[in-house]
Every structure is written in C-alpha cells, then in structure tokens.
C-alpha cells in the first residue's frame, strides 16, 4: 500500500510569508506526528495526533506554528511569518495507534527561507 | 530531555562490529531505533522496553537497561547497506495522553569495503 506522502517536498520562500506544509498519513493510520529535523541534528517533535484527542502541542517552538488534522487523516503544518531559523526539513511520521507502535516516516519537506 | 548517543560517528570496515549507545537522564519506558539513510525518511529498526529487554533483527540486536537508563544498539559483521545515521527515541511517560518520543541528535555511521 501507499505510505506517508508529503508535500511540497521542496519549499523556498521568503522571509516573512506563511507556508502550509501537507501530510497525508498512511489510510487506518490513527496517530500522526510532525517533527523537524535540521542539518546534523536529530529529529525534534513538534505536534500529535491522536484521533479525535486534543492534540500535543507541547514541541510547537512558538505560536507561529500550528497544526491540524482534518476527518482523522490529512494533516496540515502551516508556518506564519517565516524566519530564517525555520529552514529545516519537516517530517511527517504516521502509526497504527500511539504508543509502542513503528512510526512509518514521510520522505519530508525542505523548507528554505531567504 | 534530549538522549544522549555515543559516538556521534565511527567508521567501520564491512565485517567489524559496532556499539551505538543511547543514554537518558531521566527514567526509561520504552527505546525506539530508528536508521536514516542520507536524503531519506527515518526507517524503523525495533521498540524495547523496560526490563533488560533485548531484541534481534538479524545482525542487528539491542538491549536496555533500565537500572542504566540507557539502550545499546548493536551490530555485527557490518555490510555496507549498515550505512547511515542511527537514532534513538526514548518514552519516558507511558499512558499519559501522549506517546511523543524525544530523539537524540544520531550516530553516523559509514561503513567502507
């Protein structure tokens, strides 16, 4: 079956603008997570899903970040008022259920900002 | 709190053995191996849990030590598709309305014929 799609998968903007980043996690998948990755850092959490639960928050570097997922499957990151230290790679990452369950990556979205 | 790895790199020759090593300042639940080879996704390897657990994927075995707070990835006779950086993503709540894992910044490993 498909895996976890991301889109753009390549994204250069300018500073300041908003950009939308696009997941769309493995069908029957009820968990999905959204990380960051830098160059030659790790993986750095940001959001959760869940389900219908409130999402996880707590990695959200600021309130520029949001995050939401629409009928349980599709999920959106946008990036409002993009700075430069938001260059990164964004993954997506979807599971099973939470928990003690393999997280099935997304091949990611660099994000460039001039 | 971030793990910390160790090494942060090493090189091997195909055939040599290595130890990845991932340590927590704070108490364990559950380890989460994962291995990313350059310009791709993070790819699953296995999930221990607390109690000394130890698992095998051919080569490739790890082991946790809850006393130590701290799980050691192992593997053996390297081949040249071992090549990559290793992470680890450690739980240290379980149950708690949230299952996010905290990774360490990795270990890169190359391995030359």
């Known amino acids: 079956g498909a895996g976890v799609s991301q889109s753009p998968s390549n994204k250069v903007t300018e500073k300041g603008k908003d950009v939308e980043l696009r997941c769309d996690p493995i069908?029957?998948?009820?968990?999905l997570y959204w990380y960051r990755q830098s160059l030659g850092q790790g993986l750095e959490f940001l959001i959760y899903f869940q389900g219908n639960s409130a999402p996880d928050k707590s990695g959200l570097p600021s309130d520029r970040f949001s995050a939401e997922r629409t009928g349980g499957s599709v999920s959106t990151l946008t990036i409002q008022r993009t700075q430069q230290e938001d260059s990164a790679v964004y993954l997506c990452?979807?599971?099973?259920?939470?928990?003690?369950?393999?997280?099935?990556f997304g091949p990611g979205t660099r994000l460039t900002v001039l | 709190q971030q793990p910390v790895q160790s090494p942060q790199a090493v090189i091997l020759r195909e055939g040599e053995d290595a130890v990845i090593n991932c340590s927590s300042s704070?108490?364990?639940?559950?380890v989460h191996w994962y291995r990313q080879k350059h310009g791709e996704a993070p790819v699953f390897l296995m999930i221990?849990?607390?109690?000394?657990e130890q698992k095998g994927h051919e080569k490739i075995s790890a082991s946790f030590n809850e006393k130590k707070q701290q799980s050691s990835l192992y593997l053996t006779a390297s081949q040249l598709s071992y090549s990559g950086t290793y992470f680890c993503?450690?739980?240290?709540?379980?149950?708690?309305?949230?299952?996010?894992?905290?990774f360490g910044k990795g270990t890169k490993l190359s391995v030359i014929p």
């Open positions: 069908s029957g998948h009820t968990a």
């Open positions: 221990l849990l607390k109690g000394g």
């Open positions: 990452a979807s599971s099973l259920t939470s928990g003690l369950n393999e997280q099935f």
């Open positions: 704070k108490a364990l639940y559950s």
């Open positions: 993503g450690t739980e240290t709540t379980p149950g708690a309305g949230s299952y996010q894992l905290t």
